[in-house]
């Protein structure tokens, strides 16, 4: 199973099990970081600030090559070459 996947189980399991008795939650949350070999698992507001950041890595990512192509297109580079090295379609280059 992937590690993120992993990761959201955990967190499901820690933030929606409730147990009646204490010594039950304790069994649980031994067994839990036993499983886990005591590595952390990130909580929801670390969840929600990661994802956050990786987005903006994409969107950063996808950015970078329209700035790319505008300097190519503004260089008369060929539409070919922009396409190789961008990976940007004929389309969005023709927009640029």
Known sequence: ???EKI???MNFL?????????????AFEQKLNHITNNQTTMGMEELI???AEQRGKIDGK????YETARAMKEYN???ADIIKIT???AQEIEKL
Request: overall charge positive; cysteine-free.
């Open 14 to 26: 820690r933030h929606y099990t409730v147990f009646k008795n204490e010594s039950n939650k304790f």
């Open 49 to 51: 600030i990661y994802r």
């Open 1 to 3: 199973m992937p590690k």
């Open 77 to 79: 580079y060929p539409i």
């Open 7 to 9: 990761r959201h189980l």
């Open 87 to 89: 990976k940007l379609t």
């Open 62 to 65: 996808a950015e970078e090559k």
